[in-house]
Structure formats: structure tokens, C-alpha cells
């Protein structure tokens, strides 16, 4: 079983600068990719902002700036600092995570149960 935990989420209001979190754990493989991803009402699901095991990094270009994603590989947890949040930036955010079972000889995509964020006054 293999948990993603997030935390950080709630009502933040424009300009603000919450953090958020994603702990895996349980029988989770090698990590490679970790990410997170946000859906608002009515929208697809879209990528935010996605880190490499080797320290490659890519943002959407809506957030390019603002947000800042890293991981810790040592508690397997990725963070998302964001900053300067805009009412547009109002989602559910979705952690991602890609790791390789080796008894299994596969990769995984999991995901975040997810954490509301509310931009608002």
C-alpha cells in the first residue's frame, strides 16, 4: 500500500504564499519523477510544475516565477512554494509521483488525494 499525503492547502488570500506538502510512504519504489498537478472547477487537470530525480525542473508557464517546486529525497516529499497567488490559482493541487518496483520490474504513476486552494479575500 502506498500512501501520498498532502498538506498545506486552504483559503490564502491574493498574494499570498502557502506551502505545500506531499509525504509517500508505505511500499513505494525508487522515486523518480515527482510533481504536482491542479484542477480547477470545470477545467482539466493540468500540470504545475514537475521535478526530476536528477534536479530537472519544468513550470507551467502560468506559474513560471511565482511557484517553486523541490524535493527531498530523504523523506521522500516534494514541496510547492507558491508565492504572489492570484484568484486563478484556485484548485484542487494533486501531488504526483512516478517510482520503479523493482520486484515487480514496473513503474508506477500515484497520485495525492489532493488539497483545495482558495484564492480569495
Known amino acids: 500500500q502506498v500512501q501520498l499525503v498532502e498538506s498545506g492547502g486552504g483559503l490564502v488570500q491574493p498574494g499570498g504564499s502557502p506551502r505545500l506538502s506531499c509525504a509517500a510512504s508505505?511500499?513505494?519504489?525508487?522515486?523518480?519523477?515527482m510533481g504536482w498537478y491542479r484542477q480547477a472547477p470545470g477545467k482539466q487537470r493540468e500540470v504545475v510544475a514537475v521535478?526530476?530525480?536528477?534536479?530537472?525542473?519544468n513550470y507551467a508557464d502560468s506559474v513560471k516565477g511565482r511557484f517553486t517546486i523541490s524535493r527531498d529525497n530523504t523523506k521522500n516529499t516534494v514541496y510547492l512554494q507558491m508565492s504572489s497567488l492570484k484568484p486563478e490559482d484556485t484548485a484542487v493541487y494533486y501531488c504526483?509521483?512516478?517510482?520503479?518496483?523493482?520486484?515487480?520490474?514496473?513503474?508506477?504513476?500515484?497520485w495525492g488525494q489532493g488539497t483545495q486552494v482558495t484564492v480569495s479575500l
Open positions: 521535478i526530476l530525480t536528477s534536479g530537472v525542473i
Open positions: 508505505g511500499s513505494i519504489g525508487e522515486i523518480y519523477t
Open positions: 504526483y509521483v512516478v517510482d520503479y518496483v523493482e520486484k515487480n520490474g514496473a513503474y508506477y504513476s500515484r
